[in-house]
């Protein structure tokens, strides 16, 4: 039988899913073993054991000098600026991209301006930020939003402007008004395709995230991974990375799932 | 060809239609009363779905102008018209309930575009009356993806008639249709078309469908030709057969009945 007309079984396709996980963890624990067998105090690649002891001491004691559970505040404080980086984008993104995408006049003027600012490199700008909007809450937000929203307008504006023409003529026929159109026909069509785009620059908006943290902040995930960078301490740093994955993939199965549940009709309409 | 008399309901005035140098229609005089069913073939290309597009006010004739009751027609499309298209007709977003149902929310809401409480329960309740009535009575709360392509055709021809439109312009409505549905179909519209005094026009590749349909059948056809510019000169009304003399000889009675009885044969939608 030819490969590509075989396909994996149920219970195989669940092995098939978790076997690059594992193998990837096997390699890791088992250079991790070698390594320090060859020298106990070596830092590179630590044990499970010395993890979930940096964990511990992170997540579930006290910090002696501040009194938080520096962990949970680190999340807290990134969680916030992520959601609100990426709630203020949406918004925005989703005005000027239905704007853009079923206005014509407005579309002249944006759609140029939109292509144009989407090209420059949002770090590049980061100092920009920080000389403007302070060294605070605000330029590391600002940093997201303005990382992503042009990528979300200019989905958002594709997506309006494929909206068939006769349905747009359809509801003049049955008396919209500009207004009334978008609102009816326009924005819940675009709004299962916002929630998509938002998977889509997850990642991102994450880099942008640890990006700003890493350069000025006093909390946050990304903050704290620059921080123990200087001591080399990799067993804070896996477990780190490791929860911001976690994070950023339950957030991308949050968004599929409302997508589902919000917009039932969204996968049936696209065929 | 066309009686010019200044009453009728629909007059088109020498119409003219050309995008750069392709002219499509060229000289097209008509006159339509109102309650005729029109169908209008011809060619691929000859013009007869731009000239329905003008009608809907989709586009904007290069000269000449089309009168809808002594009046020069709407530049947009509004709800004076209604529309069914081959694809497209129905919006995806809305149960089929509510693709009825908002095109009596969105006159009467210029806010919101909806309705809220009494008021809306009252639309839907018109919509499932008019939706029961074209045979779709059981899939109220479905969405339009989970009807089949005969069925979204009857939950378009509803959507339109909900605004009790004075004319249903529709373009190749049974296109994408199998013969036995497409049956079907031609007598669910000639029934609602007897039931309304609607004004019907419809553009369609199937000549039979022309025929048994209309009351009146419009051909369009070029009739100057050049074989160095095949572009140069557009379709014109080469034909124009009145049709099914029983139906039409049908609504006249009826138009011809005092108002108050006649108003009692056509059920409000």
């Not at chain 1, 511990?56 to 999340?75: C, I, M, N, P, V």
């Not at chain 1, 500009?178 to 998977?199: D, E, F, G, N, S």
């Not at chain 2, 009857?154 to 373009?171: E, F, G, N, T």
Request: charged share 20%.
């Amino acid at each position: 039988m030819r490969l590509i007309n075989r396909h994996p079984e149920r219970s195989g396709r669940l092995m098939l899913v978790l076997l690059p996980f594992a193998l990837l963890l096997f390699a890791y624990f088992i250079g991790s073993a070698q390594r320090l067998g060859d020298n106990p105090n070596d830092k590179l690649l630590p044990s499970a054991s010395q993890m979930s002891a940096a964990v511990e001491r992170l997540a579930f004691t006290e910090d002696k000098r501040s009194g938080h559970y520096l962990f949970w505040q680190d999340s807290a404080a990134s969680l916030k600026r992520l959601a609100m980086g990426l709630g203020i984008a949406a918004v925005a993104g989703l005005c000027l991209g239905i704007a853009a995408g079923s206005l014509p006049l407005l579309s002249a003027p944006l759609s140029p301006l939109l292509t144009v600012l989407s090209m420059v490199p949002p770090l590049a700008i980061l100092p920009i930020l920080f000389i403007v909007f302070g060294l605070g809450e605000l330029s590391k937000v600002m940093l997201i939003v303005i990382g992503i929203t042009p990528v979300l307008a200019r989905d958002l504006e594709q997506r309006a402007r494929e909206i068939p023409p006769e349905l747009l003529i359809k509801a003049q026929t049955l008396g919209a008004s500009t207004w009334t159109l978008i609102l009816r026909v326009v924005l819940p069509q675009t709004l299962p395709r916002l929630l998509i785009a938002l998977r889509l620059v997850l990642g991102s908006a994450w880099l942008f995230l640890i990006a700003a943290e890493a350069i000025a902040a006093t909390d946050g995930l990304g903050y704290r991974i620059f921080l123990v960078r200087r001591y080399m301490a990799m067993d804070v740093i896996l477990p780190y990375v490791a929860w911001i994955t976690l994070l950023a993939w339950l957030m991308d199965l949050g968004l599929r799932q409302l997508t589902r549940l919000a917009f039932p009709w969204y996968e049936g309409a696209k065929v | 060809m066309s009686d010019k008399t200044s009453s009728a309901f629909i007059q088109v005035n020498n119409l003219w239609q050309q995008y750069g140098d392709q002219v499509v229609l060229e000289r097209l005089n008509l006159s339509v009363n109102e309650g005729e069913f029109c169908t209008l073939v011809g060619a691929s290309g000859c013009g007869k779905s731009t000239f329905l597009r003008l009608l809907l006010g989709q586009e904007r004739a290069s000269r000449g102008q089309i009168l809808l009751g002594g009046q020069p027609l709407a530049a947009e499309p509004d709800a004076s018209r209604g529309v069914v298209f081959q694809r497209y007709s129905v919006f995806p977003h809305l149960s089929v309930l509510d693709n009825v149902a908002i095109g009596l929310e969105l006159p009467r809401s210029p806010v919101l575009g909806r309705l809220f409480g009494g008021a809306k329960r009252q639309a839907r309740e018109q919509a499932a009356q008019l939706l029961g009535k074209v045979g779709l009575g059981h899939a109220l709360d479905k969405y339009p993806s989970q009807l089949s392509g005969g069925m979204q055709q009857r939950l378009a021809i509803a959507q339109a008639l909900i605004m009790q439109p004075r004319v249903l312009l529709l373009d190749e409505p049974f296109g994408a249709l199998d013969p036995g549905i497409r049956k079907d179909m031609h007598a669910l519209l000639l029934e609602l078309w007897r039931e309304t005094r609607l004004t019907v026009f419809m553009v369609t590749h199937d000549l039979a469908e022309g025929f048994s349909l209309g009351t009146r059948l419009l051909v369009f056809d070029k009739v100057r030709l050049d074989p160095h510019a095949p572009n140069a000169f557009g379709a014109r009304i080469t034909y124009d057969i009145p049709l099914n003399s029983d139906r039409r000889a049908q609504r006249a009675a009826v138009d011809a009945l005092p108002a108050h009885l006649s108003g009692k044969l056509q059920p409000a939608l």
